[in-house]
Nanobody, 128 residues
Framework: QVQLAESGGGSVQVGGSLRLSCAASGLRYESYCMAWFRQAPGKEREGIAGIWTGGGGKYYAASVKGRFTISQDSSKNTLYLQMNNLNLEDTAIYYC?????????????????????WGQGTQVTVSS
């Protein structure tokens, strides 16, 4: 069973940066679609960045493109989200998700995909 554990959240001022990590265990397949989602109070969950761990595919929502970078360290089974130039609207709980059944052609639509494995989330708070 895949287990995901996020870390790296915290409080930061507008314009600051944070790097989130998602440590994965129990990975049985060679490649997965992995993604970062977030949910702000009173809002629906939003898919913000996705990656095909087999190489060659990174995807971003318009709200974070150019500011956030998704990456992976396969040797550590860890997914990262580098977040720069944070603004107040980035305040949310951030979750990582993984699913080997979402194959690469569909990983680009990660925001609308039904991931089977989720972490517990990490809070990011941006203040002025």
């Amino acid at each position: 069973q895949v287990q995901l554990a996020e870390s790296g959240g915290g409080s930061v001022q507008v314009g600051g940066s944070l790097r989130l990590s998602c440590a994965a265990s129990g990975l049985r397949y060679e490649s997965y679609c992995m993604a970062w989602f977030r949910q702000a109070p009173g809002k629906e969950r939003e898919g913000i960045a996705g990656i095909w761990t087999g190489g060659g595919g990174k995807y971003y929502a318009a709200s974070v493109k150019g500011r956030f970078t998704i990456s992976q360290d396969s040797s550590k089974n860890t997914l990262y989200l580098q977040m720069n130039n944070l603004n107040l609207e980035d305040t949310a709980i951030y979750y990582c998700a993984a699913d080997a059944g979402i194959v690469r052609p569909y990983c680009g639509d990660f925001g609308n995909s039904d991931f089977r494995n989720w972490g517990q989330g990490t809070q990011v708070t941006v203040s002025s």
